[in-house]
């Protein structure tokens, strides 16, 4: 009895973990990031496991140092209370990126590793694709990091790998359902939809629950009429209207257009389309948002691939491959589990664009998260882009999705951004930053500090405390720190914290975290900025002003259209994924600091119905075609360094040493490999991006 | 002293396993594979690894079934003395195939179940994307089946996808470099190429060995003359020879001939080209050849992909993407450990083309087996097609890669082929047997025999004993056994004995595995057929003759000039993988039996220079192209189950249930799933196969 009852405490209610949390000897120069996460040792990732609390049979290990987590964990704890949940944001950034992914990860290796507070980070997983997974950067940075860092950045547990192969199952099914209806009479096809087994013929239940959406209330085969066989055996897809795109996780250029179907065998049915980056696929998104595996097969089913000639939305489910798609990523959904630096626990799960979808690591992983730091423990995510997409995103789609309430926004900012806002020079990759960013500019901070002004009052405006985490340079002074600190506070934030995680690790946020517990302890207000009940147009509009302070907006022809013809299909209740610029507030990114009196021009509006929102396109076509219609291009200057141009560095000087082409260590089989990646290379692949 | 030398012991000398083995218990009639499956409880895979002799440090563990082993342990056993090392190939199969992988599961069951001595079954990973993951075949069928099977058909470790991201990459680089070429001047690429950090340039040791092969002894940068730089600069690659194509693990008909580079990026370079399916990439054949990763890299690095406009072929190390395509392949050379229905353990790894390549598993996996094993034990593995087809690759293919010697063939009859052979009525997918086939007929079975004769034959020129598995069905009667038995004694099989595994698991082919054992104890005379010194011409006639009875071969001139050419280019001295039709001795897939005097064509002649084998086609264009032309095409024909009816109907009882739409439990999540992929699904995807 005793010891059953005390192993119902231990499961049911966790105290806090007994955590053999991983030293850090942080080296002044700072090493490259890749120095640092193979400087350190890992624990095996069953130990880590064990000591959060994860049952034996909860987990899935994938070699030495990550697991997967079962979702079975979430029945298990359902009576524990959450944890705190907290949002990492940012400033508006200049093209190098202010460090988000640092920051979160150095504020978990502070609340654990320093005041031995349960704490979790849940990151995304990078696309392999634009680096040939080796790169900086998703993984955190100096001495805030996720280890092994080659496992984060190559392949992981191969969910994006799951999610390339449905992407393209559904791909095929749809070219090939258009081929065959165009090539066959009713009669064939319904044979081959209904065929007849040993002699008896019968509908699936996919096929009775289209039947039933068809109208047709018949469950004998042999007793549709002509008209109602053609009804049931075409799916008349307007190939003009096809949205789904073929995904690869490589970039690579020359399949951004392209004619498909030449071959004889597909009879002249052949038509232009594109491969987007793997990440982009609105599979991915589904997977940020479900929340079990029956969800996911709801959403998948969902996803509108196309209309028919009479504008009716296609789906997934119409194409009769749920279910496939759902067994190729029966085991993605499962939340990835690995560490940081000082040996905490952190997931990596889900990677969806921060444009065209919401940005933000999966619910599930949080959801699982909540429950294993228990109620007085922290769960820390990260939202990419600068708070007024990111954050508004995680609170309008991913909170309302989740139903998670959170209890504080970490907003990050460095002195570099905001002198560029105080109208600074222009910060651009790859050039050296000019004087003003190196030496003391006391005024250009203070006329910058508008934009962490702003970005204050938009998380204030979801009735959650802000914390202003300001991620310190060498380069910035006592007195630019001080006075940062001191506008951020004044203009409402909960507390502003200078950050030295970078060059120090977990020590270098403590009084982040000593700040965010503070704050989360108070208790949130939470709200959402609109009810989902609006008509379209009217959301999109109180974003456009109330985050981005526009007059109003502008709907370009083809958006209102859409916007009709969504409303008219039944999706006019989603919540909204603005696809905009980072760099600004507006939709210019050269408009800095707090642009105002500005138009918010849409110029269309797509939908992503499985994942479950509208996501209008920002600005005019001409400004978009590297986030919209090139996303491997965007995805390209997102991930792979060339806004990072330290990271880049760091990359080329570590990889591939001082003689740009260095030995690196495989340490899984203690064999030296020529890492031949040149320079050349990553330039010669990506130069479209300079 | 005492404990460290049985430690010693231990590690070095493998005495008979202490396996606890899975006991069956067969039903009649033989439930569909996925029920047989999913009935069976596998062990952990870190119990079995433990059983036979893996260190904990030697396992990577994905999930709770499938482990890598690192090739660290053929360090630690290498004085320890290979086992035996058994090959099951087949006579020429009817289009619905003899039973090959069930006996090589069979045999192990039986060898290691019942007979107590070690033995690993070796076998080749299969293509998800022909049937999106849910098909039976590769894993065996009935009860001699590697289990979990949707384990083993749905990602399995992530090897597939890994070889798809740097197939794909290295694609991408082709097509951009090319880009750039067009584009760019010669110093502006050389910039790219060699570029100034922090003021320093520098030449990296791959651009130092092109620099050797280019007959330029200088290490300075700047000391190179303008002639040189653009010599350096520029591989000129040709696009018209490009030989290299993406692939994806999808059945996408769409994407078998498309053209790319269409958007306004790529400046009008868009070219015809195409997709393969993944395991045709020749990173899979050479991940099957390989055996270290110092090796593996020197094969990528050696991948001819397109020639230069001089005529001299374009490698993967001249576009200086073998360390990046090393890095993504560094965990795909881990052989993947499983286990067979009755707990011993198996080795799936690599799975590449049985025609354009040489449809074998993995060296690796079969040199790690044989240490495992011990002197006593046995390595079970199979090859792909009719013997006068895998068998012959296996022998003078992979075994002169491996250095491996071969000490038994297992030659897979079954009385339907035999009477296919003897003049029965054809045999075709997805029609009914005629009553030959069903009922005794003692004169088409002898007559058939002149197949089985002659593979045994086939055998022997290779110098080892040829034991014949006649994989019994339930209409073969006791006379057509016995005889069969009995001519393929009389044609110099060292035995003959009828197999029952798929009926009975590994109880039913006891007496196989003590005709193997007994064999295999003779000792082998193993001897290659050719010298690869021989022309090429010489090479391709030895086998035409010697192992498929033609009179001579007749080279296209398309042919000649590919053997004048890869002989000019150094290439001359490679074994020779014929891709030719596996339902005929001949090249002609109706001519059944012994076809005799005919003259086999040579259409055309490929290489893949990376696994090392040039590859000449068969037969006239016209009759190839969905062997070659599409093999997507092909590996639907192969893998879906479209030559094999049964484990089609069985797919379709089982997973799509009575209704044809059946719930399919994830037993990993216990969550019941609708699988939705109705009939018509796979066969609307696939019906251009009939």
């Known amino acids: 009895m005793v010891s059953s009852g005390r192993r119902w405490l231990r499961e049911q209610q966790h105290a806090r973990w007994r955590l053999h949390c991983l030293k850090l000897q942080p080296l002044s120069p700072v090493p490259s990031d890749l120095e640092i996460s193979r400087a350190q040792t890992p624990k095996a990732v069953d130990v880590l496991a064990k000591e959060i609390g994860l049952l034996a049979d909860e987990i899935e290990i994938y070699g030495k140092s990550k697991a997967k987590v079962r979702l079975s964990l979430l029945e298990r704890l359902k009576d524990q209370a959450d944890g705190k949940y907290v949002l990492v944001a940012g400033i508006t950034p200049t ?19 320093h005041l031995n507070i349960n704490s979790f980070a849940c990151l995304r997983q990078p696309s392999q694709g634009p680096t040939f997974g080796v790169k900086g950067g998703a993984a955190g940075g100096g001495y805030a990091q996720v280890i092994p860092m080659e496992e984060f950045n190559l392949h992981l547990t191969g969910d994006i790998h799951a999610i390339t192969a449905a992407n393209n199952l559904l791909a095929a099914a749809i070219d090939t359902r258009i081929l065959h209806e165009n090539t066959q009479t009713d009669k064939a096809l319904y044979n081959r939809l209904v065929p007849s087994v040993n002699g008896v013929r019968e509908f699936s239940s996919i096929q009775l629950a289209r039947l039933k959406k068809l109208g047709i209330n018949k469950t004998d085969p042999s007793a549709l009429t002509e008209e109602e066989v053609s009804k049931f055996a075409r799916l008349n897809i307007d190939p003009s209207t096809i949205t789904w795109q073929r995904v690869l996780d490589t970039n690579d250029r020359f399949l951004r257009k392209m004619t498909i179907g030449q071959a004889p065998t597909e009879k002249g049915y052949s038509r232009q389309a594109q491969f987007d980056i793997a990440v982009a696929s609105e599979i991915m998104a589904v997977l940020a948002l479900t929340d079990s595996l029956a969800d996911m097969k709801e959403r998948l089913g969902r996803m509108v691939v196309a209309s028919d000639k009479d504008g009716q939305p296609v789906t997934a489910e119409d194409l009769g491959v749920t279910g496939a798609l759902t067994v190729l990523m029966k085991d993605a959904i499962k939340p990835n589990l690995m560490q940081t630096l ?10 969806p664009f921060a444009n065209i979808a919401h940005g933000n690591s999966s619910v599930l992983a949080d959801k699982i998260a909540l429950k294993l730091v228990g109620q007085e423990g922290f769960v820390v995510t990260e939202a990419g882009f600068g708070a007024d997409i990111g954050m508004e995103k995680f609170f309008n789609i991913k909170c309302r999705a989740s139903g998670l309430v959170p209890n504080a926004v970490v907003l990050v900012a460095t002195v570099r951004a905001l002198k560029m806002h105080g109208g600074g020079p222009s910060v651009t990759a790859g050039v050296p930053l000019k004087r003003e960013y190196t030496e003391e500019n006391i005024q250009l901070v203070a006329d910058g500090c508008c934009n962490l002004q702003k970005q204050i009052q938009i998380a204030q405006l979801f009735g959650v405390p802000v914390i202003v985490a300001l991620n310190v340079f060498k380069t910035d002074t006592r007195a630019e720190i001080d006075l940062v600190c001191e506008l951020a506070k004044r203009a409402g934030a909960f507390d502003a914290v200078p950050c030295y995680h970078w060059s120090i690790g977990g020590k270098g946020t403590v009084e982040l975290a000593r700040a965010v517990r503070e704050a989360a ?38 958006a209102q259209s859409k916007i009709d013809r969504y409303t008219q299909q039944g999706f006019g209740n989603l919540p909204i994924c603005m696809a905009k610029t980072h760099l600004s507030l507006s939709h210019q990114p050269d408009k800095k600091g707090v642009p105002r009196d500005f138009i918010l021009p849409i110029s269309d509006v797509r939908a992503s119905i499985g994942a479950g929102f509208i996501y209008p396109l920002v600005g005019t076509v001409s400004e978009l075609p590297c986030y919209i219609m090139f996303p491997k291009l965007f995805q390209s200057l997102w991930f792979m360094g060339f806004n990072k141009p330290n990271s880049l560095l760091n990359f080329s000087k570590t990889v591939l040493g001082q003689k740009k082409s260095s030995r690196w260590s495989l340490s899984s089989d203690h064999v030296v490999l020529i890492l031949s990646l040149s320079f050349y290379n990553l330039q010669g692949l990506f130069n479209h991006l300079v």
């Open 95 to 113: 093209p190098l990126g202010e460090g988000k992914s640092t920051v979160t990860v150095g504020l978990v290796q502070a609340l654990t590793a």
């Open 342 to 351: 000082e040996g905490t626990p952190v997931f990596v799960h889900a990677g």
């Open 521 to 558: 302890s108070k208790g949130s207000r939470f709200r959402f900025l609109y009810d989902v009940q609006l008509p379209i147009v009217e959301k999109i509009r109180t974003i456009a002003q109330a985050v981005y302070g526009a007059k109003d907006i502008e709907l370009s022809p083809e």
